[in-house]
């Protein structure tokens, strides 16, 4: 019993030992099966690799666009340098012997597989491999592809960006490995527009498919997907035809009206910008009556102001630039405000009820000050910088916000209701309003109405001064800035009605959006010019125009 015991242990290790010999035998053949296919892979990739470098090498376009879709291909870890030196007229070849080489700046020659330097023997003998439109289209599409796997997400999302642009078919396979291998949710929106560009162009590609790329085309809902589309529906067939000519339809009709939405706001920002420059004239004019022609020099003078305070920043105090124009408002109320009061003291205090000699002492004035502004700082433009948090801009909807032009519209209304609230809450501003509605009633009731006059001059003076500040960072600074605005500023006082800011308030917006929509339709010149035919039959039908002031002198 014991020795059939025995003899069965036996057999079964002598079964166990014959099944581990043949797992160890298949596991060696699996390996060096593998090792055998690695090792023709990186053959046959070696000889691609040096196809590709062949066809670069042949000085043919079709062979050099051919060349690069094979050594993207290759997937050789050198490509990306091969093909940046292809771009940049780098890649250079013997036509003798048919070898291509990388050049640098320095005139030194790197292999292109290795990337090691290597000695050219006649380096003068060497050409540059050239290029064509459809070499740089098929250029630009390879690098998109290779960059599709990069690290850096901007890179991946460029990349994405420009095989959307040049919709290459041959990037299709890179596009889904990358889709498949992307995390970050905005750069895998772009790669799935980018095939959808391709696809929803394919004639080959099932129509369910072409159907869907050509709702993502339609989601993106931008130009250059109406572009693609349009194109699509000019050469497609059925359902794919109908469903690109709804969508290039959709797209096109929500950037319409995308773009009136634009350019109202451009219009607030002229609006604002018109509304910095009136709403000074609106008090001198109001309040005294006097056409001040130069009123517009006050606009300069603070811009002007502004580049001086940066100028200073720059040379004195270089940290404090981006709060250069928190400074500079400021400064530039009180000069071109001290300015006003001497000039309504030594000028217009005397020519009060003579209007035509108002205008032509001012428009003189205007003249002397330009021409002091170009002594002074000659008469070529200023540069005045814009601070960090006024720089760039950002999108809403359809819509791009420019931060500079948002911070000034911003600053114009902080302007017009602060100045609502010295008129209306200060002894000040109540001792204007009383000399506004009724001159000799006030000064019956003891008002300094010659005071009044001066300060309130000023007030007008360094309001606009303050309008130059942030003019500065739209505009030109010359010493023709004011003249640019002063006749806009009289249409806006007029409409709105004389003397009353919430009027002038609602003219230079109204005035500012208009003239905006306007110009796409009917451009520019012809645009102010029908504002201004408006704004004349408006006053024939309303002289006081939107808002009339109300009192016993004014409605005498």
């Given amino acids: 019993m014991l020795e059939k015991v025995n003899k069965r242990e036996a057999r079964n290790r002598e079964g166990i030992s014959v099944r581990a010999r043949r797992i160890v035998l298949q596991l060696a053949f699996a390996l060096f099966a593998a090792t055998l296919l ?9 000889d691609a690799f040096d196809d590709a470098m062949a066809g670069f090498a042949t000085d043919k376009f079709p062979e050099i666009e051919q060349a690069i879709g094979d050594l993207v291909a290759t997937g050789a870890p050198s490509a990306p340098a091969i093909l940046d030196a292809l771009a940049g007229n780098r890649l250079m070849f013997d036509p003798d012997e048919g070898k291509v080489y990388i050049a640098n700046d320095n005139d030194e020659y790197f292999d292109p597989r290795t990337g090691e330097k290597v000695a050219v023997e006649s380096p003068d003998d060497l050409k540059k491999v050239r290029l064509n439109n459809a070499v740089r289209a098929a250029l630009q599409a390879a690098q998109g592809a290779m960059s599709l796997m990069a690290p850096d997400p901007a890179r991946r999302l460029s990349s994405a960006n420009e095989i959307f642009k040049s919709r290459d078919p041959a990037a299709l396979p890179q596009l889904d490995a990358a889709i498949a291998a992307e995390k970050s949710p905005g750069v895998k929106r772009a790669l799935g527009e980018a095939r959808a560009a391709i696809v929803a162009g394919d004639s080959a590609t099932p129509e369910a498919e072409r159907l869907a790329a050509v709702e993502t085309l339609k989601s993106r809902g931008d130009q250059d997907s109406a572009g693609i589309l349009t194109n699509i529906a000019s050469s497609a067939t059925g359902r794919v035809k109908a469903a690109a000519s709804a969508a290039s339809g959709a797209i096109q009709a929500r950037l319409a009206l995308w773009s009136n939405v634009q350019n109202v706001f451009y219009g607030l920002s002229l609006g604002s910008v018109l509304l910095l420059a009136a709403i000074g004239l609106a008090i001198t004019f109001g309040v005294m009556g006097v056409i001040n022609m130069a009123h517009g020099e006050m606009v300069m003078l603070g811009a002007y102001v502004t580049f001086a305070t940066q100028q200073a920043i720059r040379a004195w105090a270089p940290g404090l630039f981006d709060y250069s124009l928190l400074i500079a408002v400021p400064l530039a109320f009180v000069a071109t405000g ?4 001497a000039i309504e003291r030594s000028i217009i205090r005397f020519l009060y009820g003579r209007p035509l000699e108002t205008l032509l002492a001012t428009f003189g004035l205007s003249l002397l000050l330009q021409q002091a502004v170009r ?13 960090a948090f006024m720089a760039g801009s950002f999108d809403f909807g359809g819509v791009a916000i420019t931060s500079g032009r948002l911070w000034i519209i911003v600053f114009a209304l902080a302007v017009f209701f602060a100045l609502q609230l010295v008129l209306r809450a200060t002894p000040f501003g109540l001792r204007v309003r009383a000399v506004t509605q009724n001159r000799r009633m006030a000064s019956a009731m003891g ?15 360094g309001i ?5 500040v942030a003019l500065s960072q739209i505009d030109n600074v010359s010493p023709n800035l004011g003249q640019s605005y002063i006749i806009d500023s009289f249409l806006v006082v007029v409409f709105g009605g004389v003397g009353n800011l919430w009027g002038t308030l609602v003219a230079a917006l109204t005035l500012g959006i208009a003239n905006k929509l306007l110009e796409p339709l009917i451009g520019a010149v012809l645009g102010k010019i029908a504002m201004l035919v408006f704004i004349i039959l408006f006053i024939q039908k309303r002289p006081r125009g939107l808002f009339a002031l109300k009192g016993r002198a004014v409605e005498a």
Avoid: K
């Fill in 464 to 468: 606009a001064g303050m309008a130059g």
């Fill in 375 to 387: 002594t002074a700082f000659g008469a070529n433009n200023r540069e005045v910088g814009a601070p």
């Fill in 447 to 461: 008002i300094d109405t010659n005071r009044v006059d001066a300060l309130a001059f000023g007030l007008g003076s």
């Fill in 338 to 341: 001290l300015v006003g009061v």
């Fill in 38 to 46: 690695a090792s023709f892979a990186s053959s046959a990739r070696a």
